[in-house]
């Protein structure tokens, strides 16, 4: 069982971070402020604070290419999602229910709509939520 919470603690912690960096946060941090307030772990104002303090300094760290400081972020995430779980197994039906709500739990479908613009293509076109360096050796 305790597998299954961190597995869930670590889906939760991604699905966070991932949405820190997203104009759709302030949905999300509320929802993330009463699952921790909820659990008696500060009250909302606190809670709602730190998550504005990480917000900044992930968006800092992503603009600036400091991936371990993006990593740490979600890292500290990660146990604080794995010990509120432990704590309240309970907790687990409402963290998937966020998670479910924005699309990241297993067997989810998500709609994607793609469009190209800028012109006519000649080469293939490919997308990605995220691309890490690429050299290219001519």
């Known amino acids: 069982m305790e597998a299954e919470l961190v597995a869930l603690a670590a889906a939760g912690a991604t699905a966070f971070v991932e949405q820190m960096a997203t104009d759709s946060w302030e949905q999300v941090r509320d929802r993330v402020v009463s699952f921790f307030s909820r659990r ?3 009250e909302e104002e606190v809670v709602e604070e730190e998550l504005e303090l990480l917000r900044g300094e992930l968006t800092e760290a992503l603009s600036s290419g400091d991936e371990q400081t993006a990593s740490d972020v979600q890292a500290e995430w990660r146990t604080r999602l794995r010990r509120a779980l432990l704590a309240d197994p309970a907790a687990a039906a409402e963290l998937r229910s966020v998670l479910d709500e924005l699309g990241v739990l297993p067997g989810t479908q998500h709609v994607v709509h793609n469009s190209i613009s800028g012109g006519v293509q000649h080469a293939p076109v490919i997308q990605s939520g ?3 360096i690429v050299n290219q050796h001519r």
């Open 40 to 42: 008696g772990e500060a």
């Open 130 to 132: 995220s691309v890490g």
